[in-house]
């Protein structure tokens, strides 16, 4: 009998229990892989985003901007690989054929949701000033240098670590097999036993959904995407690509867009498509993409990486929201893109319903 249970222990769930076991709860984690970050955190393009892309005043909007300073924060005082990469969202010179004011559309709408954000950013006018920041085809942007990229294996491992000193457990191989509640608490039924705890936080990434459902709580409806992501042979030394570099893409798109995206480790990679699971992207889709910047790229340059599935809301933003009081249960439902970059921001503001309580 415990405190709190956190279900799932992606990136998110593991900031929360970290969060919440340093202000003095008791927290188990339950996991259904024999890791942390098996699903979507690991499989995305491991971005610290601002919340640049998105819209003002939304939750994804708040808790990305919060998120991704502490993360920044965190990373550099525990060590963690990080590459203050910045981004470079840009005009392609194919958007002159492919009708230029769609892209220039989309990056006026950035322009406007920085500026109400306070989002430090700079305007790049023409294709010098895009080629000093990145060896690319490109007749103007924007620059955000507070983007980083992370390596999300250290990153995770970092805030198991704290919370375990904290005092949380950690529970791998254990898939829910049901969930019922009494008056005072929930009981948390796996293979490895039953776990009893007051308050039940609802972080299983891909499954939450069904959670809530088994928890007796609302059935969401959530899409899933799939995402491809290809690696560009000969990395960062080869192609001279140190920025994430992302097209400039209308606000109701399913993605970011495919981008350039350099890691921690020296390579690159382009991605992600944006697909119905579990249909496999084609690979031109990501040579054309990838050709828009880089004219001279060829089929061979790309090889197939991994790909990552992200679940999406009619919404287009978090569900965090308590959805029962008697016992309380906490529900997170559509955490997809900037889930990684608001993790912090997220366990903050979940401590901070568990204390209104």
Request: aromatic content about 8%; proline content about 6%; charged content about 20%.
């Amino acid at each position: 009998m415990g405190d709190i249970c956190i279900i799932g222990a992606g990136v998110v769930g593991c900031a929360i229990a970290r969060e919440l076991a340093r202000h003095g709860f008791s927290v188990t984690v339950i996991e259904t892989h024999d890791a942390a970050a098996k699903e979507t955190s690991a499989l995305n393009s491991r971005v610290i985003h601002s919340g640049f892309h998105e819209q003002p005043g939304t939750l994804k909007s708040t808790l990305a901007l919060e998120g991704s300073r502490r993360i920044i924060q965190y990373a550099e005082n525990r060590g963690i690989a990080l590459s203050r990469t910045g981004m470079l969202i840009a005009v392609p010179h194919g958007g002159i054929r492919e009708g230029l004011w769609r892209e220039a559309g989309a990056l006026w709408n950035l322009w406007r949701n920085g500026k109400r954000q306070n989002i430090p950013f700079r305007f790049i006018p023409n294709p010098s000033g895009v080629r000093q920041i990145a060896p690319i085809h490109a007749l103007a942007g924007i620059f955000i240098p507070s983007v980083c990229v992370i390596c999300v294996e250290d990153f995770v491992a970092a805030l198991i670590e704290d919370a375990k000193a904290a005092g949380a457990e950690f529970i791998f191989e254990s898939p829910v097999v049901s969930i019922s509640s009494e008056k005072t608490h929930y009981v948390i039924q796996t293979p490895q036993g039953r776990i009893k705890a007051e308050i039940l936080v609802n972080s299983a990434g891909l499954h939450a959904h069904e959670i809530s459902v088994m928890a007796s709580g609302p059935e969401y409806e959530v899409e899933f995407i799939r995402g491809d992501y290809y690696e560009v042979l000969g990395g960062i030394a080869r192609w001279g690509i140190r920025t994430l570099v992302y097209p400039a893409m209308p606000s109701r798109s399913l993605s970011k867009g495919i981008h350039f995206g350099p890691r921690t480790d020296g390579r690159l990679f382009i991605g992600p498509s944006a697909t119905p699971t579990p249909q496999e992207a084609p690979k031109e889709l990501f040579l054309q993409a990838a050709r828009r910047f880089l004219p001279d790229i060829e089929e061979q340059d790309l090889k197939w990486a991994y790909a990552g599935v992200r679940p999406k809301l009619p919404t287009k933003d978090f569900i965090i929201r308590l959805d029962r009081t008697g016992p309380p249960f906490i529900n997170l439902i559509g955490i997809d893109s900037p889930g990684l970059s608001a993790s912090m921001g997220i366990a903050r503001h979940v401590l901070e319903m568990i204390q209104k309580l």
